[in-house]
């Protein structure tokens, strides 16, 4: 009984330094990242600000905002950057108690899911803002003059990040599904218009109101997940090899 509780403590021990090790990771670089973050903030602006009509700008509606918005760039982005730390200690706190065939299996999932995160991220800020964000400026009426918040603004870019961050997790989620047999290839590839049609429904809730961000999101959903099934597929012939050996 006293082993099993010191086991568990021990456990606990470790879980609350893995966890100070994540949070000091992501303080010391908002630490870091502090004196630059108007020169962030202006670089996360800049498809919009190089869209925008000759003479107009961003605004501060409220008078936190000059100095919360930059901040809570700051905090996400010491995230989002020490995210690789934060998958290590997951991995080092969870691996001990996996078997050798489970570690082969779950640290190339870790490894990819994240960098697949990274892609998505960079993928809406090179390709998908500075098109939306000429469409919007495009469509103003007559006589209107645009001047965005620069905290809504930062909200809207997030969203937009985590959307496409996610929807790039989606080879890994399809090959899961593969791997685990709660689906099969065959029945996934029957499945193709449904994905499709939900690739455009999730488009049209997680992006804005316009044609352009949504075949932007549901287009790498759609062809992410053939990735994921060709992925799959690989797998299959893998096995089928291995067997046959």
């Not at 330094?17 to 010391?28: E, G, H």
């Not at 630059?36 to 919009?48: E, G, K, Q």
């Not at 299996?105 to 995160?117: E, M, V």
């Amino acid at each position: 009984m006293k082993n099993k509780r010191n086991t568990f403590t021990d456990h606990l021990l470790e879980l609350r330094n893995r966890l100070l090790i994540i949070i000091s990771a992501i303080f010391f670089c908002a630490i870091l990242l502090t004196p630059f973050a108007n020169s962030i903030y202006s670089f996360l602006a800049s498809p919009l600000l190089n869209v925008l009509p000759e003479g107009s700008s961003m605004i501060a509606v409220d008078v936190a905002s000059p100095f919360l918005a930059p901040f809570k760039l700051i905090l996400l982005l010491s995230v989002a950057i020490t995210f690789p730390i934060s998958v290590y200690n997951f991995w080092a706190f969870i691996s001990p108690g996996l078997y050798s065939n489970e570690k082969k299996f779950i640290a190339p999932i870790l490894i990819s899911s994240t960098l697949l995160f990274y892609l998505g991220i960079i993928f809406a800020y090179s390709i998908v803002f500075p098109l939306i964000f000429n469409f919007f400026s495009s469509i103003a009426p007559q006589g209107v003059e645009i001047a965005t918040d620069i905290s809504s603004f930062l909200n809207f870019v997030i969203k937009l990040f985590f959307a496409f961050g996610l929807a790039f997790e989606v080879p890994i989620i399809t090959f899961l599904l593969v791997f685990f047999e709660i689906s099969s290839i065959n029945s996934l590839s029957k499945k193709r218009p449904y994905i499709i049609v939900m690739a455009f429904i999730l488009g049209m809730i997680l992006t804005p109101p316009d044609v352009i961000s949504q075949i932007l999101l549901a287009v790498p959903i759609w062809l992410l997940f053939e990735l994921g099934l060709l992925l799959a597929r690989l797998l299959n012939k893998n096995k089928g090899k291995s067997k046959t050996n």
